[in-house]
Nanobody, 121 residues
C-alpha cells in the first residue's frame, strides 16, 4: 500500500507564508513526477505546481514568482513554499505523485488526503 501524507496547511493573513509538505511511504519502488493541486468549493481541482524526478518545475500562472515547489528524493517528499499569499489562494491543497509499486511494478497516480489553506484579507 502506498500513502501520501500532507502537512503544513493552516490559517494565514494575506502577505504571509506557509510551507506544505507531502511524504510518500509504503510499497513504492520509485517516484516519478510529483505535484500540488488545489480545489475550492464549486470549482474543479486545478494544478498549482509540478516537479519531475529530475527537478524540472512547472507553475500555474497565478502562482509564478510566489510559490516554489521542491523535492527531497531521499525522503520521498515534495514541498510547496508559498509566499505573498493572497485570499484567492484559499483552498484545499492536494499532493499528487506518479509511483511505481514495489511488488506489482505498475505505475499509478496517487493522491493525498488534502490540507486546508485559508488566507484572510
Amino acid at each position: 500500500q502506498v500513502q501520501l501524507v500532507e502537512s503544513g496547511g493552516g490559517l494565514v493573513q494575506a502577505g504571509g507564508s506557509l510551507r506544505l509538505s507531502c511524504a510518500a511511504s509504503g510499497s513504492l519502488f520509485s517516484i516519478g513526477g510529483m505535484g500540488w493541486y488545489r480545489q475550492t468549493p464549486g470549482k474543479q481541482r486545478e494544478l498549482v505546481a509540478t516537479i519531475t524526478s529530475g527537478g524540472s518545475t512547472n507553475y500555474a500562472d497565478s502562482v509564478k514568482g510566489r510559490f516554489t515547489i521542491s523535492r527531497d528524493n531521499a525522503k520521498n517528499t515534495v514541498y510547496l513554499q508559498m509566499n505573498s499569499l493572497k485570499p484567492e489562494d484559499t483552498g484545499v491543497y492536494y499532493c499528487n505523485a506518479d509511483i511505481i509499486h514495489l511488488t506489482t511494478r505498475t505505475r499509478m497516480s496517487y493522491w493525498g488526503q488534502g490540507t486546508q489553506v485559508t488566507v484572510s484579507s
